[in-house]
C-alpha cells in the first residue's frame, strides 16, 4: 500500500554540520512532498516543501531536492545550529480524493545538534 | 499568515465522557480540514478529512460513530471523542488547507488524557 519511509531515525549533528534526511514513497502519482518540523509538545510546522514538477529547492540554510525516477527525496540543512534540534517528518501527497489530497508522513527523524 | 489553532490545548477527562476539540483557521477560509492522532514518539495518522458541508471521510480503522466530525464554518472544523477511554489518550492535531493551494498548516494539538 501507500507508505513514505524516512531515514535515519535519529541523526546527531555538531553545530555548524550538515544535516541529511531521506525519505522514499511508493506511490508514482505522488505530486506534493512538504517537510515538517516538530517540537516537544506542539504541532507541526511546514518548513519547505516541493513539487513534482521542480528537482531542488533551496529557502536560506534548507534545500529539498527530489529525484521522481527514483522515487526519493531529501531534506538538507546546512550550518546547523541548536534550535535546529526537533523531529522531523516528511510527506507525500498520496492521493486525491474529493476532499481533497492527503499526506501520508514517514515516521520521524530526531535530529540533535550539539554545540 | 496561515495560522490555525486548536482549542483546548490540553483536556483531562474521566473515562466514559466526551471531549470536543476545536480547530479554527485564522487568517484563511479552509474548505478542508483534516484531523490527525499521534502517539507518544510516534508519527502522524491521519484520522479524517473534514469538509465544510458536508459528511467527514474517515481513515480506515477509525470509527465514525466515536470520533464525530463536525465543519460547520469555513474556519471551524471540531473533532468530538465520544465515551472516551484510556486508550483515547493521545495527542490530536488538526491541519487546513487553502481551496487550490497543497500546503497544509497544523494547529498546535490538543493533549487528551482520559482517566
Known amino acids: 500500500g501507500e507508505n513514505v519511509e524516512q531515514h535515519p531515525s535519529t541523526l546527531s549533528v555538531q553545530e555548524g554540520d550538515s544535516a541529511v534526511i531521506k525519505c522514499t514513497y511508493s506511490?508514482?502519482?505522488?505530486?506534493?512532498f512538504p517537510w515538517y518540523k516538530q517540537e516537544l509538545g506542539k504541532g507541526p510546522q511546514l518548513i519547505i516543501d516541493?513539487?513534482?514538477?521542480?528537482g531542488e529547492k533551496k529557502d536560506q540554510r534548507i534545500a529539498v531536492t527530489l529525484n521522481k525516477t527514483a522515487k526519493h527525496f531529501s531534506l538538507h540543512i546546512t550550518e546547523t545550529q541548536p534550535e535546529d534540534s526537533a523531529v522531523y517528518f516528511c510527506?507525500?501527497?498520496?492521493?486525491?480524493?474529493?476532499?481533497?489530497?492527503?499526506?501520508?508522513f514517514g515516521k520521524g527523524t530526531t535530529l540533535s545538534v550539539s554545540s | 499568515g496561515a495560522v490555525v489553532s486548536q482549542h483546548p490545548s490540553r483536556v483531562i477527562c474521566k473515562s466514559g465522557t466526551s471531549v470536543k476539540i476545536e480547530c479554527r483557521s485564522l487568517?484563511?477560509?479552509?474548505?478542508?480540514m483534516f484531523w490527525y492522532r499521534q502517539f507518544p514518539k510516534q508519527s502522524l495518522m491521519l484520522m479524517a478529512t473534514?469538509?465544510?458541508?458536508?459528511?467527514?471521510?474517515?481513515e480506515q480503522g477509525v470509527e465514525k460513530d466515536k470520533f464525530l466530525i463536525n465543519h460547520a464554518s469555513l474556519t471551524l472544523s471540531t473533532l468530538t471523542v465520544t465515551s472516551a477511554h484510556p486508550e483515547d489518550s493521545s495527542f490530536y492535531i488538526c491541519?487546513?488547507?487553502?481551496?487550490?493551494?497543497?500546503?497544509?498548516?497544523f494547529g498546535p494539538g490538543t493533549r487528551l488524557t482520559v482517566l
Open positions: 473534514s469538509n465544510e458541508g458536508s459528511k467527514a471521510t474517515y
Open positions: 516541493i513539487r513534482s514538477n521542480v
Open positions: 487568517d484563511f477560509q479552509a474548505t478542508t
Open positions: 510527506a507525500a501527497s498520496l492521493r486525491t480524493n474529493q476532499a481533497g489530497t492527503a499526506l501520508i
Open positions: 491541519s487546513a488547507r487553502e481551496p487550490g493551494y497543497n500546503e497544509q498548516f
Open positions: 506511490d508514482s502519482a505522488s505530486n506534493y
